[in-house]
């Protein structure tokens, strides 16, 4: 805020004011009196002695030389009339004074009336003019009328120039404070500021209070007065009032001011307070009341006026801008701090040095897409609603908590309460959702703080890395962010990049490996597999670049692909006279919960003219996770089209026997990892058989992956295995082989030699 002498002053012409620095009362106007006769002095301060000019009297001031004159209004700032002898040591000392009083000590404003005794010594018109000397008379013209009406004149005409600059330098402070208080940060530091602003205006201490109505009323209606709460107090003796109701003030003559001000939509103003009115808009008018020991003087209507408009629509701006942050930093459906309000936090900590100890935490609601895609938006976003309550109870509550993006919450506190067993007993009880139970299972990632911590967005990518490496373990794990995690992670995310790469400049192709009836050696089907070859020839692994595929979604469009590359490849099977072979093709369980997947499926059997006899998906038993229901009803709809489908790896996951009973599912996929220990002593050997004997009590077709020789072959064909797929038979191939080596089979393969 400015000085305290550099607001409005707002003259009255009719009160007592506060005396001025110098001992003189605003009532008076001071006249200084330059001469260096001393009876000048006397006779003029005799003859105006009891004059009052516009309501107030004359107070004189003296000096006896040009030296006397600048030094005593260095010291006072607020003369009005300067009577000012020609000639005193010098022919033209006062002349020369002129100068220095407009030029050197600015009183512009400062009235000069010229005064000689000897005529001969009057100023030429120019040095009038250019010193602004506003009036020349001899001392023989100035008899008492005469200086009456010399001194009313000027007196008037410096009181205009005072009234014309206070108005400049009101309206410019009205301009300066309305830019000041768009910028304030909240609404109640915006409050703070109109109640000191005020008090500035009014040259008195801020003490005061704001006051909002959140809806109109009558005058004739103070039963709602209980519905103004109080926004702040800007200072002083009235702070403890914050956010209380007005109907909860003790002071009648505060609740009465607020009251009539809102009721009446106007200014008060009395002895020892002001009562401000700023119309708001949709109801939200506000007033703000100031205090003062002291009778206030009246303030100007235009100014006062201006600054209520400014001022209110300043509130509106403020109110709007204090929106927008809790856009920009409040995450709206579970009203917590965003991913950006969690990073300042961060970041100032580190500021401090105040956070060695403490630990970022993200956690990660498992399969929460699934839950979105099986029980609707609404459903998750009630879920995501309760978990962020859930996060807010003892101990977490001494921590800061966020939703970082999605289905990712953020914790940042003490290492002694961002614990993993603290979050896990924290989510671990089910929430109750739509009058039902629902359990989550969440994977969280920690990184501690240390000496050497960067920023927080580095901590929370930190952080992320972590959660990943613990969702690569599977559901329901947790990982600390280190050194080799975070290399483990980094690589995982280059060949993410590369892998995309490959996709967008044909680096990726299928193909496809022959299916064998291991009772007569007919070549059966073939399955689809995609393969990646970089720029320098070499080979990836399936192993390596399907899980990050998977992991990231581009599965999606890398298995949409595949599938119409591979129902392409039957139209050239057809074409090449092998029609009974069925293609197979791998379906990951990301591609099989969405919900456009039967269409996608459709639409492609339909653009490549393929019969859906032709096709066989395969599936993991993975998709159980995406619920019975779901999937039951999925495969039962590919099923009434007339598409195949089989369960891949059997073996490997956790599948219940009642869960497999009731799917619709025509052929088991025995893993290889149980196939190459059938002639081996690892365990596992017994399983192949066990699966075998199961599929046939199912009514199931059973395949076995990964044969690689004829003991493994000959085994499968007593154990009962229907057909099976794997080197000893033929490896994966391009189209063209593929087609080349069907042509040199003769229609069937020795299966047992």
């Not at 103003?269 to 020991?293: K, N, P, R, Y």
């Not at 029980?375 to 309550?389: F, V």
């Not at 989510?427 to 109750?432: K, M, Q, S, V, W």
């Not at 295995?721 to 794997?726: F, H, K, P, W």
Request: charged share 25%; glycine share 8%; hydrophobic share 40%.
């Amino acid at each position: 805020m400015p000085e305290q002498d550099e607001f409005l002053s707002f003259l009255d012409e009719g009160k007592q004011s506060p005396a001025s620095p110098g001992g003189v009362t605003e009532r008076s106007w001071q006249v200084l009196i330059v001469d260096d006769d001393l009876d000048v002095h006397t006779t003029t301060e005799f003859a105006l002695g009891d004059v009052i000019i516009q309501g107030r009297r004359l107070e004189f001031l003296h000096a006896y030389s040009s030296r006397e004159a600048l030094q005593l209004l260095r010291q006072e700032a607020h003369v009005a009339v300067i009577l000012l002898d020609v000639v005193m040591e010098t022919e033209d000392a006062g002349l020369r004074i002129v100068r220095v009083i407009r030029e050197e000590l600015g009183l512009m404003h400062t009235r000069i009336i010229l005064r000689t005794g000897q005529p001969g010594y009057a100023p030429e018109i120019d040095t009038i003019n250019r010193y602004d000397i506003n009036d020349y008379k001899t001392k023989s013209e100035l008899i008492r009328n005469k200086l009456y009406t010399t001194l009313t004149t000027a007196i008037r005409s410096y009181d205009q120039l005072c009234r014309l600059d206070a108005s400049r330098h009101g309206l410019e402070q009205i301009v300066a404070a309305s830019n000041q208080f768009i910028v304030k940060q909240g609404l109640q530091a915006f409050a703070e500021g109109v109640i000191t602003q005020i008090a500035g205006f009014a040259g008195i201490e801020p003490e005061g209070l704001i006051c909002v109505s959140t809806h109109l009323t009558s005058a004739a209606d103070n039963s709602a007065l209980n519905f103004y709460p109080i926004i702040t107090a800007a200072t002083g003796r009235y702070r403890h009032l914050i956010q209380h109701q007005l109907i909860e003030i003790d002071d009648a003559r505060i609740v009465e001011h607020f009251t009539r001000c809102l009721n009446e939509r106007r200014n008060l103003i009395d002895e020892c307070s002001l009562t401000l009115f700023f119309a708001g808009h949709e109801g939200q008018d506000f007033a703000a009341f100031v205090d003062s020991a002291l009778p206030l003087r009246k303030l100007d209507q235009h100014l006062l006026e201006v600054f209520c408009v400014n001022i209110a629509l300043c509130a509106d701006n403020v109110a709007l801008v204090s929106r927008l942050q809790e856009y920009a930093f409040v995450d709206r459906l579970v009203r917590l701090p965003n991913r950006q309000a969690f990073i300042n936090l961060i970041d100032q900590r580190l500021k401090e040095r105040a956070c060695n100890q403490w630990v970022i935490a993200l956690i990660d609601v498992d399969q929460f897409t699934e839950v979105n895609d099986m029980l609707g938006h609404d459903y998750g976003d009630r879920l995501l609603g309760a978990i962020a309550r859930r996060l807010e109870q003892p101990p977490l509550d001494r921590c800061l908590i966020a939703r970082v993006t999605g289905d990712k919450f953020g914790v940042f506190g003490e290492e002694g309460v961002v614990q993993p067993d603290v979050l896990q007993s924290i989510l671990t009880a089910p929430f109750e959702i739509d009058g039902g139970e629902h359990a989550v299972s969440i994977s969280a990632g920690f990184v501690q703080l240390g000496e050497d911590s960067r920023c927080g967005e580095e901590l929370i990518k930190d952080a992320s890395i972590a959660l990943k490496h613990a969702k690569s373990n599977g559901f329901g794990q947790v990982a600390y962010y280190s050194d080799s995690v975070g290399t483990e992670i980094r690589e995982r995310t280059r060949l993410l990049h590369d892998l995309r790469w490959a996709f967008n400049h044909h680096h990726l192709f299928v193909v496809y490996q022959p299916q064998v009836s291991l009772h007569d050696g007919a070549v059966t089907g073939v399955e689809a597999l995609l393969r990646w070859r970089t720029e320098d020839g070499q080979f990836v692994s399936p192993d390596r670049f399907i899980p990050v595929a998977e992991r990231s979604g581009l599965i999606v469009s890398l298995g949409d692909w595949v599938l119409r590359t591979a129902l392409h490849a039957v139209t050239r099977l057809r074409a090449a006279g092998h029609d009974r072979l069925r293609m197979a093709v791998n379906v990951s369980a990301t591609q099989f919960r969405q919900p456009q997947f039967l269409q996608t499926v459709q639409e492609t059997l339909c653009d490549t003219a393929t019969h859906a006899k032709d096709l066989e998906l395969e599936i993991t038993e993975s998709v159980a996770a995406l619920g019975f229901d779901y999937v039951e009803k999925l495969l039962r709809q590919l099923k009434a089209i007339g598409i195949g489908v089989a369960i891949d790896d059997f073996g490997t996951g956790f599948s219940s026997l009642s869960y497999l009973d009731r799917l619709p599912v025509d052929q088991l996929k025995i893993d290889k990892s149980f196939i190459w220990a059938l002639d081996s002593q690892r365990p596992g050997r017994r399983i192949a058989g066990i699966v075998i004997e199961l599929g046939r009590k199912l009514g199931m077709h059973v395949l076995a992956e990964g044969v690689e020789t004829a003991t493994q072959a000959a085994l499968l064909h007593d154990l009962g295995c229907d057909s099976a797929q794997g080197y000893y038979f033929g490896k994966p191939m391009p189209l063209e082989d593929l087609l080349q080596w069907l042509s040199t089979q003769n229609g069937a393969i020795s299966c047992c030699d």
